[in-house]
């Protein structure tokens, strides 16, 4: 007898467990990701509140005494070599305290306020008893501080990422003209990803030349925070997007402790006007990233330009909505959101973060929509996702056209989106 949907996704978050957190993938993911686990506990939390506790707890655990959360967590018991960049290659421990997990440097979009939030809200009591929120409260805010305070190179209120991986979309588009200006790396590295993935669908070689020698040098520099040691520098709007969302939750979570939400809500708010006002382009109606180097947008139609439709009260939410049922995105029509403008001659239907689409980006989308009382067309991209995972399993992505499934199977984010949408 076949197994329902639902059945079959609580089979992909428990097979990946690996007893503290879970791994997005066996193979090509085998330690714990950073944005991956907060879209986990949220698929989790349905499951087992408990472990969609831990799975949050585990990764603050490996939280930097600068506020950090590292990107990579690295599973002790997962041979060294197993990925590529590994514990040797980021050398965490000389900036960490000794017994600290070695991880990467890098940081990944921070949604992790939200997903506490909600987890929480699965199993208030169970949380309380097992002091969730008071535990994870302060290194929440410390994370943040870290965003707001080391990273705003730019100067304008907003949150720079250094290197394509702390986008969560390596190889988007709108990266091609930063990363053009970076010399590849001359070290000598074998790419483990490609023993698990079509190389026709992953990151070219001159990009990973390109990742290595920009992870090297932050790491040559103590991951020290200081512009002038980043080639990479931009203003991304996903990133600043999940903030603010954040910064919302970080408010309600005040609230259940006891504390005052102003703060947090004054912070949401400044987020949300630096976004609008500045990365915000009425003509395209998207948000671009902006280059803090050259000062100019990166004009482009990555999909990370509708994310901020999760932010609350967001000004321009109709010009966004607009954006998502026209030409380039189509979503009120094929109901999944190509991480990629469609009628870009840049558009890759197979190619990771050039055109696929992502479950988790729907799952964020359908959100956004939700909150701005987009109900129907929420309605299409929830019944787009759950089709698609039942036709092709919990695929890493999928060709927004074709619907066929492509990068690695049982994919955890995946099955935890379906599993919170089926909720
Ligand atoms: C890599 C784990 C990560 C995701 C990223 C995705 C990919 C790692 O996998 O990056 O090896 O390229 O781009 O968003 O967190 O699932």
Known sequence: MSLGLRERASRVLLDNWHGQSTIPASGLYPHQWSWDSAFIALGLRHLSPRRAQRELESLFGAQWPDGRVPHIVFDASTPADAYFPGPAFWQSAAVTAPGHPATSGLIQPPVHA?????????????ARERGFLPRLYPRLVAWHRYLTGRRDFGGRGLVSIVHPWESGMDNSPAWDTPLSRVAPTTSLFTRRDLQHAAAGERPTDLDYGRYVRLAQTYRDHGYADDLATHAFAVEDPLTNALLAASEAALADIAVELGLDPAPHLAELARVRDALADTLFDGGDGCFHARDVHSGQPLRCGSVAGLIPLVVPGLPVADALVKTTVGPRFRLGEIGLPPSFDLTDAMFEATRYWRGPA???????????????????LAATVRAGLLSAADDVGFREYVDPLTRNGHGASDFSWTAAVILDLLA
Do not use: D
């Not at 939200?114 to 169970?126: I, Q």
């Not at 992502?358 to 129907?376: A, V």
């Open 114 to 126: 939200l997903a506490a939030w909600e987890t929480f809200r699965a199993a208030p009591e169970l």
């Open 358 to 376: 992502w479950f988790n980006i729907g799952w964020l989308l359908w959100r956004g929509l939700r909150l701005h009382g987009e109900h129907e």
